[in-house]
C-alpha cells in the first residue's frame, strides 16, 4: 500500500481497501463510512479519481457522509465491465485500492496478487 504525504491534510496518506457497488442501476465505488470521514474533506463536492491513465471527475453527494459513502458514475460501470468484474458473486463485490495523491485526488487500482493474499491469510487468521 501506499504512504502519501504523511497523512498531514485530508485526501493524503495511507491507501484504503475499497469495493465495487451496485444500486438503483448505477455502478460505483464504495469507500466505506470510516475512510470518508478520514481521507475525505467535507468541504468537496467532486472528487477526481484516475481509472486507468485518466483522471474522471466525480459528484460527492450530500448523503455520501451519512448512508451513501460511494462516488457512482458510468465510467465506474464500463471500467469493471472492462476488468470482467461484473456481475460479482452476490454479497462478494470486488475490492480495490483507493491511493489518496492530495486534496482531493485519487488513484483507483485493482488489488494486487499480493494484497489479496495477504488480506485474505490476516482475515482467516
Same mark, same amino acid.
Given at each position: ?29 464504495? !469507500?466505506?463510512? &470510516?475512510?470518508?470521514?478520514? /481521507?475525505? &474533506? ?10 486507468? *491513465?485518466?483522471?474522471?471527475? /466525480?459528484? +460527492?453527494?450530500? #448523503?455520501?457522509?451519512? #448512508?451513501?459513502?460511494? /462516488? ?13 468484474? !461484473? ?10 485500492? +483507493? ?13 494486487? &496478487? ?5 488480506? *485474505?491469510?490476516?482475515?482467516? *487468521?
Amino acid at each position: 500500500m501506499y504512504n502519501v504525504n504523511n497523512g498531514k491534510e485530508k485526501g493524503s496518506g495511507k491507501s484504503m481497501i475499497v469495493s465495487a457497488w451496485k444500486g438503483g442501476g448505477s455502478y460505483g465505488i464504495r !469507500v466505506g463510512n &470510516d475512510n470518508a470521514h478520514r /481521507f475525505f &474533506d467535507k468541504s468537496w463536492n467532486h472528487i477526481e479519481v484516475k481509472v486507468g *491513465s485518466i483522471f474522471y471527475k /466525480f459528484k +460527492l453527494s450530500p #448523503t455520501f457522509w451519512s #448512508t451513501c459513502p460511494e /462516488f457512482r458514475g458510468k465510467i465506474i460501470e464500463n471500467w469493471l465491465k472492462s476488468q470482467r468484474l !461484473v456481475p460479482w458473486p452476490k454479497g462478494n463485490p470486488p475490492k480495490f485500492e +483507493l491511493i489518496p495523491l492530495g486534496n482531493n485526488r485519487f488513484w483507483l487500482k485493482k488489488l494486487s &496478487d499480493l494484497h489479496r493474499r495477504v488480506r *485474505s491469510e490476516i482475515g482467516n *487468521s
